[in-house]
């Protein structure tokens, strides 16, 4: 990071009915049910799911640099991070102009185990 | 089964995309990308995603069993199995008036793999 450059977080307080979430261990609460289609929804945009298969694989990316392998516009790439920094699955770290993205990974386990792992 | 039912089953060819897929390993590729959304979409509704945590949590469930905790008519519940079926995480026998469904295990696996377990 440059020199005098301040860093500020982005993510979102995500709550805990993800943890105790279970598809497989008994029938689903409204409540638990409500927040996990949630987190799908979010999952369910091939250019969503491709942008952050890009930032798992190279574990920290800025926003300037998904512009061309998603062949989107940042507006739209501002669109999609915030749907998915809103489910958990996204945080990221403003510095100056540009944000760095990096993948939930307590949130993709999390999921795992609401699929039954 | 009563006597002289015939059992008929009920699932979709899914493709093999979903098992290769991952969503940390490497950038998803547009047809990977494409076939995860529409799983994800069918998980994106909090009647379908209890809906499947009742079969899961039961093995195999009636139709006809699902109107009273789901509180849907049998119309809605149709459309829901169906969306199921398609996504691949779903699969009935109908057995007479009534279709009997189960939980594919072997796609929440391939599921849980996606998400990188």
């Excluded at 989107?72 to 809103?86: D, N, Y």
Aim: charged share 25%; with cysteine; glycine share 6%.
């Amino acid at each position: 990071m440059a020199r005098g450059v301040t860093s500020t977080p982005i993510s979102m307080e995500t709550s805990d009915e993800l943890c105790r979430a279970s598809l497989v261990a008994a029938p689903l609460g409204q409540g638990d049910a409500d927040e996990l289609a949630r987190v799908f929804a979010a999952l369910a945009d091939p250019v969503r799911l491709r942008l952050l298969s890009i930032v798992a694989a190279q574990g920290e990316v800025c926003s300037c640099d998904l512009e061309v392998p998603l062949a989107k516009s940042q507006p739209t790439i501002s669109h999609h991070t915030r749907v998915l920094v809103e489910a958990g699955l996204l945080h990221g770290e403003k510095r100056g102009r540009w944000t760095w993205w990096r993948v939930s990974a307590d949130r993709l386990a999390a999921l795992r185990r609401v699929l039954g792992s």
